[in-house]
């Protein structure tokens, strides 16, 4: 058994479990990709899963489904993936371990 990919903080684990439970009945989980954009050059991008695409890893951790696009796996290897809820907003956070760099309003990165 390889490594996964990401890990899954508690509170993430809980705020997916909450949305996946408002989510369509045909949802299987959530999906986690890059693209490009953002002033650093890579922004992460997540959406609901209907179904599991070729070459996507699967990653299931505290009772939850994340499914890594085939694209994004390279850039996310190692990273932690939290929710932070603070006064104003509320976001998941990635703790990628493979970033040189992040743009300063904290929406896009580099590798």
């Avoid at 997916?16 to 650093?40: E, F, L």
């Avoid at 070729?54 to 499914?67: A, F, Q, S, T, Y």
């Avoid at 993936?81 to 743009?103: A, G, I, L, W």
Wanted: aromatic share 8%; net charge neutral.
């Amino acid at each position: 058994m390889s490594e996964q990919v990401i890990k899954l903080s508690e509170n993430a684990a809980n705020r997916i479990k909450q949305i996946m439970s408002h989510a369509d009945k045909t949802t299987i989980g959530v999906r986690v990709g890059v693209k490009s954009g953002g002033c650093a050059g890579l922004s992460y991008i997540m959406e609901y899963a209907k179904e599991v695409k070729p070459n996507e890893e699967v990653v299931e951790d505290k009772g939850v489904k994340v499914l890594i696009d085939p694209k994004a796996i390279m850039y996310l290897l190692g990273t932690e993936m939290d929710y932070k809820k603070e006064e104003f907003s509320s976001q998941f956070v990635f703790k990628n371990p493979n970033e040189t760099e992040r743009c300063g309003c904290g929406e896009s990165f580099k590798v």
